[in-house]
Nanobody, 127 residues
Framework: QVQLIESGGGLVQAGGSLRLSCVAS????????LGWFRQAPGKEREFVAS????????NYAASVKGRFTISRDNAKNAVYLQMNSLRPEDTCVYYC????????????????????WGQGTQVTVSS
């Protein structure tokens, strides 16, 4: 079992920055990969970024590449999403997820492989 709690969402102007955090508990943190996903009202959940168990491999959606950075601190059981140059279209609920069956270098974008999810944190970007 993995419990995930996100924080750091809020309201920001376009062009601004936010840093999301997700703290995990339960299963040993280094045994699973982690991902960030987001969902806007009436839309499907979409992949944002993911990171492998060791943090050596990362993967980004094309829409956020160069603006967002995913990282993890295995000593703090935490994964972060640094979001820069935010746009109104980034307005979504952001979710942290854990993939407990990941290979050593896996950082997958398919939401279906993720086993545990947080409750989400709202990010609103005003124009």
């Amino acid at each position: 079992q993995v419990q995930l709690i996100e924080s750091g969402g809020g309201l920001v102007q376009a062009g601004g920055s936010l840093r999301l955090s997700c703290v995990a508990s339960g299963r040993t943190f280094t045994t699973y990969a982690l991902g960030w996903f987001r969902q806007a009202p009436g839309k499907e959940r979409e992949f944002v970024a993911s990171i492998s168990k060791s943090g050596s491999s990362t993967n980004y959606a094309a829409s956020v590449k160069g603006r967002f950075t995913i990282s993890r601190d295995n000593a703090k059981n935490a994964v972060y999403l640094q979001m820069n140059s935010l746009r109104p279209e980034d307005t979504c609920v952001y979710y942290c997820a854990a993939d407990v069956n990941a290979g050593m270098w896996s950082a997958l974008s398919n939401a279906a492989v993720y086993d545990y999810w947080g409750q989400g944190t709202q990010v609103t970007v005003s124009s």
